[in-house]
């Protein structure tokens, strides 16, 4: 089975901030990744798929990047409605998440 | 527009089974396939298996052989997922996810509300 590992598994920010959020496949994945963004009591969202291809609807503060083992998902200037969870995921075999972030005040 | 509706929560003994329903509306049921996942509390989503609502042909994660069977029922364009042998650790909230694909990469955009299974006894 892939392994997926985020990391930081929490962080701290303020509105403006630019937020990185790095997530490592334990073996090599392409650009079969995606992020997702949680809110709770609710499913999950998917803002970027294909490692940096922007969902539609979803603002282009979110970007996302990377292949192979390493990828990033990068929210350039943080917004209120951006404090969450996000999850990635790789869909080159079958499904794994990772363990999320958790991003807080 | 596409719809994912989902049963009403569960609550179960230790060692039952429980029976959660997914009912698409909105698009070719036939046409998507349909994942289930479950993310227990305070925990990131875990991946439990998919169906082909088309010829009902279906694939489950390892930790779920032999206790897992998903079903459909294309007469009314719904899933099932039924989970046996229930223990605490498998209380959780179960969502159903319709398969997107853009070129060769797919992903998750239409998921149910979600269902939440309380295992105690």
């Not at chain 2, 991946?47 to 694939?59: A, E, V």
Request: hydrophobic content about 30%.
């Amino acid at each position: 089975d892939i392994q997926m590992t985020q990391s930081p598994s929490s962080l701290s920010a303020t509105v403006g901030d630019r937020v990185t959020i790095t997530c490592r496949a334990s073996q090599s994945i392409g650009t079969y990744l995606n992020w997702y963004q949680q809110k709770p009591g609710r499913a999950p969202k998917v803002l970027i798929y294909a490692s940096s291809s922007l969902q539609s609807g979803v603002p282009s503060r979110f970007s996302g990047s990377g292949s192979g083992t390493q990828f990033t998902l990068t929210i350039s200037s943080l917004q209120p409605e951006d404090f969450a969870t996000y999850y990635c995921q790789q869909s080159y075999d079958l499904r794994t998440f990772g363990q999320g972030t958790k991003v807080e005040i | 527009q596409v719809q994912l509706v989902q049963s009403g929560p569960e609550v179960k003994e230790p060692g039952a089974s429980v029976k959660v329903s997914c009912k698409a509306s909105g698009y070719t049921f036939t046409n998507y396939l349909m994942h289930w996942v479950r993310q227990a509390p305070g925990q990131g989503p875990e991946w439990m298996g998919i169906i082909n609502p088309s010829g009902g042909g279906t694939k489950y994660a390892q930790n779920f052989q032999g206790r897992l069977t998903m079903t459909r029922d294309t007469s009314t364009s719904t899933v099932y997922m039924e989970l046996n042998s229930l223990r605490s650790d498998d209380t959780a909230m179960y969502y159903c996810a319709r398969k997107d694909c853009s070129g060769v990469i797919c992903y998750e955009v239409y998921w149910g509300q979600g269902t939440l299974v309380t295992v105690s006894s």
